[in-house]
């Protein structure tokens, strides 16, 4: 009698499935595409990080270092986000290096709430926050983003916001500026998000991964420079996308003394920590890069986004222009097949550029008449994909 009822996979295996934005990006390779799905970020890695990184590797600074990250990131870090959000952050005690924002979340959850707490997340929504909840088997609760005429605007809907507040809800999630819509929240939206969270006594998770990533006269604020807010604000951000270092996995995330050694724990129990000499070069970007590097960061990404969105335009595929973050949210008007991911992979047959269906960022059945282009490349990669999106026409 054969004994495998042991020898099967977890009652969340089944559902588990590589990411679209992953499978594309492999689609896009066996192509030998241009990839404008991942948000890979392949632009130069700043002189200073790059150096600093190296040097520790050759220095012999390659060993575990301790759970909440090396003294001088943290410094780094909190000095920088005291200046930036205009709220006193104390390196000992309310930072935490964690292997990028995604390790910060994960860690977060862990943390913070318990199998079947509800979590409160925007639609178009980044998929890693979904699959974390429910791979931790927290419950997300989606809230639609409203999409006003023809994809103009994402407004916070706050009577929906309410509505989904249950008796199981312990956060709200917010991702500013957002992937995949380019949203950047205001501070009136904020402070309505943040009105709700204290009625209900809600943490609320922002992942600001994005927040240097900034166009024409939209502003990043954080939720932690709100009057009040500061116990429940849990802020996660990184360098993945700043520095280009996606690989390198070195990100942060600063909260409420009282929260950050349960966080770390869980941290340390995945990750241990972020990788040692990556921690250091991301030290040196923060201590050694001037503020002229990030205006040039969104200036150019600018540039990137007007060159992509000209280029969608020409092709037909009515583009909605992002506020923030890197991303390009497009109809896929005149793309063959039944669904988005059937259009995504129609459009890397007939041009080589590869998108990440719309679906990936909705509820079932949503989505399915977009496709989101990533325009963080380096300008020559761009300007190639967008030649070749033109030829559509
Ligand atoms: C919204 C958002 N958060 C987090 C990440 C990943 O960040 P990290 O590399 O710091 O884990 C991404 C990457 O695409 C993202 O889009």
Not at 16 to 38: H, T
Not at 88 to 117: E, K
Request: charged residues 20%.
């Amino acid at each position: 009698m054969p004994h495998t009822r042991n020898l099967r996979l977890s009652q969340l295996a089944p559902g588990s499935v590589q990411s679209e934005i992953r499978s594309m990006s492999l689609a896009c390779d066996l192509a030998g595409g241009i990839n404008l799905a991942q948000g890979i970020c392949d632009t130069e890695v700043p002189a200073p990080v790059l150096a600093e990184a190296k040097a520790a590797m050759e220095d012999g600074r390659n060993i575990y270092t301790r759970l909440d990250g090396i003294q001088r990131l943290r410094n780094a870090i909190a000095a920088d986000a005291s200046r930036r959000h205009g709220v006193p952050v104390d390196a000992n005690t309310q930072v935490l290096v964690t292997s990028g924002a995604t390790g910060a979340f994960h860690a977060t959850c862990m943390a913070l709430l318990d199998p079947g707490d509800e979590v409160i997340v925007f639609e178009p929504f980044y998929g890693y926050h979904l699959g974390t909840l429910k791979s931790l088997r927290m419950q997300p609760v989606i809230v639609a983003l409203e999409d006003g005429a023809g994809l103009a605007t994402w407004e916070l809907n706050v009577d929906a916001l309410r509505k989904a507040v249950t008796p199981r809800t312990r956060a709200i999630l917010i991702n500013t500026p957002s992937n995949p819509a380019g949203k950047v929240f205001t501070r009136a939206e904020l402070e309505a998000i943040g009105a709700v969270g204290e009625e209900h006594d809600l943490f609320l998770i922002t992942d600001e991964i994005y927040e240097h990533f900034i166009y024409e006269g939209a502003e990043h604020i954080s939720p932690i420079s709100l009057p009040g807010l500061r116990e429940r604000t849990i802020v996660m951000s990184g360098f993945s996308k700043t520095y280009s270092i996606t690989g390198w996995r070195v990100g942060y995330l600063l909260a409420d003394a009282k929260w950050i050694p349960s966080i770390g724990y869980f941290h340390d129990m995945t990750f241990i920590c972020a990788p040692a000499p990556a921690q250091h070069g991301a030290a040196a970007g923060l201590e050694q890069l001037p503020p002229s590097f990030y205006t040039s960061l969104a200036a150019d990404h600018l540039i990137k986004r007007d060159m992509l969105l000209a280029a969608l335009r020409d092709a037909g595929l009515t583009p909605h222009t992002p506020q923030g973050a890197y991303y390009i949210l497009a109809k896929t008007h005149g793309l063959n097949g039944a669904n988005a991911a059937q259009k995504a992979r129609d459009l890397l047959a007939r041009t080589g550029v590869a998108a990440v269906a719309g679906s990936a960022f909705f509820r079932a059945g949503k989505g399915e008449d977009l496709l989101r282009f990533c325009y963080g490349k380096t300008y020559s990669a761009l300007k190639e994909a967008c030649d070749r999106i033109r030829s559509l026409r």
